[in-house]
C-alpha cells in the first residue's frame, strides 16, 4: 500500500497508537535535552509487546488540521533565523539604508524569508514590492 498523505503507525493487534521502534539517544550540549541517534527495526507496543506496527493513512481532517498547524509552526521556526536577518538587515539603520537605496533589498530579503516561512502565502506576496517608505 502507498500512502499519499500522512501516515502514523499503530500495534497491529489493539490498534494502539502507545507502539514505537526500538531507538539509541545521546545528549545534545547545545539544546540540553536526549536526542535521536538511531533507530532499529525491532518494534514494540506498550500493551502488546514484541510487534511488528502497521503502518496506516491519517484521514481524520480534525487530526490532519493538527498536524498541518503543527507542521507550519515548525516551517516558521525553521525559518527565523532568515527573518531574523532580513528583519536586521531592513531596520538596522533605516536612514542610512534610505539613503543608499538598501530599502527595496531588504524588502525583497524579508520578502523571500516569509515565503520560506509561509510557502502557502507565495502566490499572494509581491516580490520586489515597492518600498514602503
Ligand atoms: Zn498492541
Redesign the pocket.
Known amino acids: 500500500m502507498t500512502i499519499q498523505g500522512l501516515k502514523d503507525y499503530r ?1 497491529p ?2 490498534k ?1 497508537d502507545r ?1 514505537g521502534n526500538d531507538a539509541n539517544a545521546g545528549w545534545d550540549v547545545v539544546t540540553q535535552q536526549s536526542v535521536l541517534l538511531g533507530e532499529f527495526d525491532a518494534q514494540w ?1 506498550n ?2 509487546g514484541d ?1 511488528t506496527l502497521e503502518e496506516f493513512e491519517i484521514t481524520d481532517a480534525q487530526e490532519i488540521a493538527r498536524i498541518d498547524a503543527a507542521r507550519a509552526a515548525l516551517a516558521i521556526e525553521a525559518a527565523a533565523p532568515l527573518l531574523l536577518a532580513a528583519a536586521e538587515a531592513a531596520l538596522g539603520d533605516l536612514s542610512a539604508a534610505c539613503a543608499k537605496g538598501y530599502v527595496p533589498m531588504a524588502i525583497e530579503q524579508l520578502t523571500a524569508a516569509i515565503a520560506a516561512a509561509r510557502p502557502e502565502r507565495r502566490e499572494g506576496m509581491q516580490v520586489g514590492a515597492q518600498p514602503l517608505i
Do not use: K
Request: charged residues 10%.
Open positions: 500495534c493487534h489493539c494502539s507502539c507496543c500493551d502488546c510487534v
